[in-house]
Every structure is written in C-alpha cells, then in structure tokens.
Nanobody
C-alpha cells in the first residue's frame, strides 16, 4: 500500500507564500498521477492541483490558478505544492493524494494525513 506523508503548512499572512511537501513510499511512484486537495470547515473537499505521472500535465482549480504550482520529483518520490499570494480563502486542511492511474481529473486512491494551512493577519 502506498503511504503518503506530508510536511509543511502553518500560519501565514495574506499575500504570503507557503510550500507543502509530500513524501510517497511504495512501488512505481512515477507511474501514478498525484494531487493536492483541500477542505475547509463546513465546505466540500475540492481538488486544488493535479499532476500527471510524468509531470508533463497539470490541472488547477480556477481559484488557485496563477498562484499555486504543483510539481514532482520522481527520483525521490516527492510531490510539492508551492502556494503564493495566499488569501484567507485558501485556509483549509490540505491533503496529498495519489491515483492508481497515470492521469486523473480528481479520483484518488491513497491519501496523506492532511496539513493545516491558515491564512490570517
């Protein structure tokens, strides 16, 4: 079973930046799409960013497009989410997730433990 462990998160001011990291264990990491999703209290979970197995393709939620960047380094089984120009609307628990397919538009099979991101002055 794939295990995903997240690092990062915390409190930042509006306009600030934060980087989340996700370390994946298990076989064939480079064959599967990865994603970052988030959920705020009282709101539904939403897909923030998705990256294909090779890293060649990405998809972003409209609310974060131009501000967030998802990337991966398959050599060491890492996935990252760089978050810039953060707003209070970005406050949520962020989850790293892995698909069993090379590409997905939002369906994932394995999940990290979640990381709180709070944007507030």
């Amino acid at each position: 079973q794939m295990e995903l462990v997240q690092y990062g998160g915390g409190l930042v001011q509006p306009g600030g930046s934060l980087r989340l990291s996700c370390s994946a264990s298990g076989p064939n990491f480079s064959k599967y799409a990865m994603g970052w999703l988030r959920q705020a209290p009282g709101k539904e979970r939403e897909s923030v960013a998705i990256i294909s197995a090779s890293g060649a393709s990405t998809k972003y939620a409209d609310s974060v497009k131009g501000r967030f960047t998802i990337s991966r380094t398959n050599g060491n089984n890492m996935v990252y989410l760089q978050m810039n120009d953060l707003t209070p609307g970005d406050t949520a628990v962020y989850y790293c997730a892995q698909s069993n397919l090379p590409w997905t538009t939002g369906n994932f099979d394995y999940w990290g433990q979640g990381t709180q991101v709070t944007v507030s002055s």
